[in-house]
């Protein structure tokens, strides 16, 4: 999974609690990015940074919050305002490099189910 | 608005023969178009884009996509699909203005059957 590192692979809470996702990479790419997973929907963005300190609202980023403080790590805390936050959650980074060409490199998925 | 559609949600094919996955997409201007595949609870490898250039772009694993700008299309292909090709595949396409986002199909379940 190109050397991004999502910990842990499963994880479960109670309703009402927030939990933090871990992300971390070694490829010194600027650009990180946080998806969630649902069956028959593809991926959906939830946030994005193009770098240290920086980051800005995907298309459901309710519910969410990130922070950016290093280069390497990108963590996601989902919430007791999330809905209906049981999904597979998916990490990416990418080259920044002031254009359009590069593809993403994923982390291996956080399954999060909470009951 | 870029988006990228995907019309199929399971293509099936025998061991030995062909694939198609399918990709159309809509975006304005030229496209950055990019394949990924997922194996069960495991995140996205990347298998090729389309930037510019030749048509037929030849990718990891075997895989090789089409690109037809009358049709705005973006096919993923192979020869001779093994057992071990089954998984789910994604089309993407990465928006050229803020080029931070990207836009993914809804998937295309492969199935390869011996």
């Known amino acids: 999974d190109g050397g991004i590192t999502q910990s842990p692979k499963y994880l479960f809470r109670k309703e009402g609690q927030n939990v933090t996702l871990s992300c971390e990479q070694n490829l010194n790419h600027d650009a990180m990015y946080w998806y969630r997973q649902d069956p028959g929907q593809g991926l959906r963005l939830i946030y994005y940074s193009q770098i240290v300190n920086d980051f800005q609202k995907g298309d459901i980023a309710e519910g969410y919050s990130v922070s950016r403080e290093k280069k390497e790590s990108f963590p996601l805390t989902v919430t007791s305002a999330q809905k209906n936050p049981t999904a597979f959650y998916l990490c990416?980074?990418?080259?920044?490099?002031?254009?359009?060409?590069?593809?993403?490199?994923f982390g291996p998925g956080t399954r999060l189910t909470v009951t | 608005a870029q988006s990228v559609a995907q019309p199929e949600d399971q293509v099936n094919v025998a061991e030995g023969n062909p694939l198609t996955v399918k990709c159309t997409y809509s975006v304005s201007g030229n496209p950055y178009l990019f394949w990924y595949v997922q194996y069960p609870n495991r995140g996205l490898q990347f298998l090729l884009k389309?930037?510019?250039?030749?048509?037929l772009v030849k990718g990891s694993y075997g895989f090789e996509a089409e690109f037809n700008k009358s049709q705005t299309s973006f096919h993923l292909k192979k020869p001779s699909a093994l057992v071990s090709d089954s998984a789910l595949y994604f089309c993407a396409v990465r928006d050229r203005w803020n080029f931070n986002k990207f836009y993914f199909g809804s998937g295309t379940k492969l199935n390869v059957k011996p």
């Open positions: 990416a980074s990418s080259i920044d490099g002031g254009g359009a060409t590069y593809e993403q490199y």
């Open positions: 389309y930037i510019t250039g030749d048509n």
